[in-house]
T-cell receptor
Framework: AQKVTQAQTEISVVEKEDVTLDCVYETRDTTYYLFWYKQPPSGELVFLIRRNSFDEQNEISGRYSWNFQKSTSSFNFTITASQVVDSAVYFCALSELNTGGFKTIFGAGTRLFVKA | DTEVTQTPKHLVMGMTNKKSLKCEQHMGHRAMYWYKQKAKKPPELMFVYSYEKLSINESVPSRFSPECPNSSLLNLHLHALQPEDSALYLC??????????????FGEGSRLTVL
């Protein structure tokens, strides 16, 4: 069965600090996809990144970077030089293709507070 | 601006009312989803439509009835709801099974309050 664990419920940092959000997943499939989504107070979930199970390359996009390690079933997300606008709930998600379509489950989320 | 539009943004209804939530996307996506999100919780999958057919029902009570009139529209009909059904209902779409890698595009949600 699929499972996504985000052990950090809330993180509070001061602006310009670096912060890492942890994500550990469980799956029996060999083909799966991992995601990070951001949910600001407005409520809409915004896609940030996707990684498939065959691509362990780390990725950097501006101040965001992601570290995918299959050996530890982790997909961690780092924000460098955090800004107040980064304050949101961040969800790690795991998607597998079922007979009925893609089934995506979300971790519990990490609420990030960035203080000025 | 989101490319998945949900209406209404807010809905208050009594337990005996019948109402509907609507979702529309014009990205040519062939899979659409309903998620339910309670406060401070992650979204929980309710239904998946793939090519306008209901493909996944996560054992949702029958007081929630989904409908996909065409590839761009997704409705969620509500009847005889309970106060514990109060939540943010999120619609999402993706390109479709076998065509993409599961990335979801979400609307802003419909916040439902059941009195």
């Amino acid at each position: 069965a699929q499972k996504v664990t985000q052990a950090q419920t809330e993180i509070s940092v001061v602006e310009k600090e670096d912060v890492t959000l942890d994500c550990v997943y469980e799956t029996r499939d060999t083909t799966y996809y991992l995601f990070w989504y951001k949910q600001p107070p407005s409520g809409e979930l915004v896609f940030l990144i996707r990684r498939n199970s065959f691509d362990e390359q780390n990725e950097i996009s501006g101040r965001y970077s992601w570290n995918f390690q299959k050996s530890t079933s982790s997909f961690n997300f780092t924000i460098t030089a955090s800004q107040v606008v980064d304050s949101a709930v961040y969800f790690c998600a795991l998607s597998e293709l079922n007979t009925g379509g893609f089934k995506t489950i979300f971790g519990a989320g990490t609420r990030l507070f960035v203080k000025a | 601006d989101t490319e998945v539009t949900q209406t209404p943004k807010h809905l208050v209804m009594g337990m005996t009312n019948k109402k509907s939530l609507k979702c529309e996307q014009h990205m040519g996506h062939r899979a659409m989803y309903w998620y339910k999100q309670k406060a401070k919780k992650p979204p929980e999958l309710m239904f998946v439509y793939s090519y306008e057919k209901l493909s996944i029902n996560e054992s949702v009570p029958s007081r929630f009835s989904p409908e996909c009139p065409n590839s761009s529209l997704l409705n969620l009909h509500l009847h005889a709801l309970q106060p514990e059904d109060s939540a943010l209902y999120l619609c999402a779409s993706s390109q479709g099974a076998n065509l993409n890698t599961g990335e979801l595009f979400f609307g802003e949600g419909s916040r439902l309050t059941v009195l």
